[in-house]
């Protein structure tokens, strides 16, 4: 494994915080990590292969490894996410925005600022508001705010020098700063510092100021000008109160984050409260499977880069705990210029909230990724659960034994991983003839099967599936015992009940008959079933050719081989005509093969 070649190298990390980073052969960055103590960190990935394959992947790329030490865990947190964010590794958890809907854009950048529609968040120094649900909302904000504030929409470059304003001035949707005696800097930067309070959802303020001049214009019989100032109401009034349904007066100024992870990725639905209200509902997501990290890791990734562009509440609801939660606090902390704290609530209408996101991740991560795959993760989390896993059964190994009265028997071990069967990893195993029962079988082939494993160093499995009771499982732990895996975890399945047993548990776990996980192991258990019987089959199908064919005079391994290969079956040779024959293995052979058949009914 290559990162071992490194083990000198990371012998000498010193024990402070930092950032380390991982190279591919190419000198190209593939991951960027933090930690606490830089040897402690990193010193884990010597031992972490087999722990899935997406990490055994990272594992086999690296090539070299650099670090950077900083003062403290928050320092680390700021580094290790700016250099994510400029070199882009492949290997860290990267999540963008949806870009189903628009932002507005507040191009504080420029002296002086538009407002645009833009498809997603960049980090160029603008305000941005949204994400727009439905999208034309984003649109008739823009275009209200230059009536309301009189923001220009042109790309001219502005000197203040123009002769004469524009049609826009004259209509009264651009207060003209390309003529200086029109309007000055300063009057520009005040409708600027408005338009962003607009955007921001302050605009109670907004509604009291329309609403008086509306009236004041329908009272001085101006229509058309109080026509303009309803519309603009209305459209505010709708803005105001758009994706406000789940409102509460006890939730204050919040984000809630949900999330759903699986093995197609990762799902992340934030909604933003503010007065008690959900105002926004901003979706993050993978592109594709997380490697090598769980909820927590997932839900940092997400915090770190929602907050990137945008300012924290006092405080962010989450539905587990992030990694590195107190150093995740105090650079939000840093950043918003106030305490802010990252909370899991258990119950009452905060905890309502966080499911709700959560429900809503699930959506969105069975929209973006397959349904089946979902489905399966689901099942493999049911098993998680039941069995009592410290880990999730990513991968799982399952054993069956074929036999006929104690002859010719064999086994098959099939292999499913994440949901999905693994063709490339199946195994055959001939059982030697001194075997006479079932259960000494299962041990032979367990104990061949996890011997040679531990030689090759992995991958292990997450959990191991036995076609049988008590019995073949004892037979199984003996083997697992003798080769030095007892940690692994082994259960049985009966065929006719369809229980389930373990070690540890007295009686078998009976699972209803339309659960997803007792489904997802019985079709792991048919499929060792059906490889194991096709390879008992063929088997007794060479056996019984060979013992013919090995009595025919002149006729060894390779002369058999050709006249199988030639005619498909013993069948076929018997019906093949002297010429047929001869062209296969020569005359006298064939004339050989005849004599032999014709004296044999």
């Known amino acids: 494994m290559p990162i071992r070649e490194l083990k000198d190298q990371i012998a000498r990390l010193p024990e402070q ?22 040897r402690d960190r ?40 700016n250099l994510i964010k400029q070199r882009r590794p492949k290997y860290n958890i990267l999540l963008r925005d949806d870009k189903n809907y628009p932002y507005l854009q507040l191009t504080t950048t420029e002296p002086f600022p538009r407002v645009l529609v833009a498809r997603r968040v960049e980090p160029d120094g603008s305000f941005y508001a949204g994400p727009f649900l439905p999208a034309r909302f984003a649109r008739k904000t823009m275009s209200l705010t230059h009536r309301l504030f009189g923001l220009r ?42 338009t962003e309070l607009f955007l921001e959802g302050k605009n109670d303020q907004l509604v ?15 229509f058309e000008e109080a026509a303009q100032h309803r519309d603009a109401l209305r459209t505010v009034q709708t803005l105001h109160d758009r994706q406000q349904k789940m409102a509460t007066t006890q939730l204050g100024h919040r984000d809630v984050f949900g999330m759903k992870l699986g093995p197609g990725g990762a799902a992340v639905q934030v909604f933003q409260v503010r007065r ?44 587990c705990a992030p990694a590195d939660g107190d150093a995740l606090e105090a650079w939000l902390g840093d950043r918003a210029g106030q305490r802010v704290r990252i909370l899991t609530p ?45 880990t999730l059964p990513r991968r799982i190994e399952c054993f069956d034994i074929s036999t006929i009265q104690g002859s ?139 013992s013919e064919l090995d009595h025919v005079p002149g006729i060894g391994p390779r002369r058999r081989r050709a006249l199988l290969t030639r005619f498909g079956s013993l069948a076929g040779v018997r019906r093949a005509t002297r010429e047929e024959l001869a062209a296969a293995v020569g005359r006298k052979v064939a004339d050989a093969v005849l004599a032999f058949f014709a004296g044999r009914p």
């Open 276 to 319: 008690g209200r959900v105002v926004e509902r901003v979706e993050l997501g993978t592109e594709t499977a997380v490697v090598g990290g769980g909820e927590g890791d997932v839900l940092a990734a997400a915090i770190q880069q929602f907050y990137e562009l945008r300012d924290a509440p006092s405080e962010v609801h989450v539905p």
């Open 408 to 546: 010719d028997t064999v086994a098959s071990m099939v292999v499913c991983e994440d949901g999905r069967m693994r063709r490339s990893d199946y195994r055959k195993f001939r059982v030697r003839k001194s075997v006479q029962d079932d259960f000494a079988a299962m041990r032979e082939v367990v104990t061949r099967r996890y011997r040679k494993l531990l030689e090759q160093g992995g991958p292990f499995p997450d959990l191991i599936l036995i076609d049988g009771g008590k019995g073949q499982l004892s037979a199984a732990y003996g083997a697992l015992q003798e080769v030095g895996l007892a940690n692994l975890v082994a259960i049985g399945i009966a065929k006719k009940e369809e229980l389930l047993y373990t070690r540890d548990q007295e009686h078998p776990i009976a699972l209803p008959a339309h659960d997803p996980a007792l489904l997802l192991v019985q079709r792991i258990r048919d499929e060792a079933h059906r490889f194991a019987l096709t390879f008992h089959r063929r088997a007794r199908t060479m056996r019984d050719l060979q």
């Open 208 to 222: 009291d100021t329309l609403r008086g001049r509306m009236a004041d214009a329908a009272k001085e019989e101006r």
């Open 42 to 81: 990193v010193r884990n990935y010597l031992g972490a292969y087999g722990s899935d394959v997406k990490t055994d992947a990272l594992l086999e790329e690296i090539a070299g490894l650099e670090f950077i030490v900083t003062d403290s865990v928050v320092e680390a947190l700021a580094l290790e996410n």
């Open 346 to 390: 258990q119950r009452g209408e905060k905890r309502g909230l966080v499911d709700l996101a959560n429900r809503n991740a699930l959506l969105a991560y069975q929209t973006r990724f397959n349904q089946a795959e979902t489905a399966q993760y689901d099942a493999l989390e049911t098993l998680q659960s039941v069995l009592a896993l410290t």
């Open 153 to 194: 929409s042109c790309n001219e470059v502005i000197t203040g020098k123009r002769g004469r304003p524009c049609l826009e001035y004259d209509i009264k949707r651009c207060i003209a700063p390309c003529v200086d005696t029109l309007c000055s800097p300063e009057e520009y930067a005040r409708a600027v510092a408005l």
């Open 17 to 38: 915080p930092g950032v380390y980073l991982y190279f591919n052969a190419a000198g190209e960055t593939i991951y960027v990590g933090k930690a606490r103590a830089l």
